[in-house]
């Protein structure tokens, strides 16, 4: 297996404009995180799906925020309209069920997301 | 709530064991401890986690100490590769993750 696939690796836009952020997981696995990272707040969980629902959105920073996993293989992070604090790196995880209670997660290799 | 107490920095000799420790006093008796690494401009990689025994894999060992307060890392033969920031959780009330700041691993040649 490719591992988890994000698109695309690195993204610049202008504020207000939307940006998506897309993964693919690995394949079987049940479970899909969303993860920003930024060096004032570290790493941190927005959202996770478990079957294509999504289970805790607490994360989610704001209502610009919103994410979607229409099937098993394909989610995407979209941020509309984008302001230059979403800057950051943003890293996609999934994790098979057997593992979750072990919260073993495999991590893409993210998308840098530069809002000017 | 088990959060977790990292020292923020540490230096390895190239080929020497590297031992990080981390503090976990607040995790449950049913918790596990996770151990990620991060490399520079790449994602979180997992390595290894345990309940109370001691673990070893390819990568790593695991010490968790017999009050399971507190756990070691072991990278046995470190190499310049190695250096990453190396995270230690359990996990989050909810049973969410939390990354936290981690150690600063720098492998020294």
């Known amino acids: 297996d490719a591992g988890v696939i994000q698109s695309p690796r690195h993204e610049v836009t202008e504020m207000g404009q939307e940006v998506t952020l897309r993964c693919k997981p690995i394949?079987?696995?049940?479970?899909l995180f969303w993860y920003r990272q930024t060096m004032m707040r570290g790493l941190e969980l927005l959202i996770y799906?478990?079957?294509?629902?999504?289970?805790?959105d607490s994360g989610m920073p704001e209502d610009r925020f919103s994410a979607k996993m229409p099937n098993a293989s394909f989610s995407t992070l979209k941020i509309q309209p984008s302001e230059p604090r979403d800057s950051a790196v943003y890293f996609c995880a999934s994790s098979p069920r057997t593992a979750w209670a072990k919260n073993i997660q495999y991590f893409g290799a993210g998308t840098r997301l530069s809002v000017l | 709530d088990a959060k977790t107490t990292q020292p923020p920095s540490m230096d390895c000799a190239e080929g020497r064991a590297a031992n990080l420790p981390c503090n976990h006093s607040?995790?449950?008796?049913?918790?596990?401890v996770y151990w990620y690494r991060q490399i520079h401009s790449q994602g979180p990689q997992y390595i290894i986690h345990?309940?109370?025994n001691n673990e070893t894999n390819e990568m790593a060992s695991l010490i968790i100490t017999e009050d399971r307060k507190s756990s070691t890392l072991i990278l046995p033969h470190a190499t310049l590769r190695d250096t990453a920031v190396y995270y230690c959780m359990g996990p989050d009330t909810g049973n969410q993750f939390y990354f936290g700041t981690g150690t600063s691993l720098t492998v020294i040649p």
């Open positions: 607040t995790i449950s008796g049913n918790e596990y």
């Open positions: 799906f478990n079957n294509n629902v999504p289970i805790d």
């Open positions: 345990g309940l109370k």
């Open positions: 394949s079987g696995h049940d479970y």
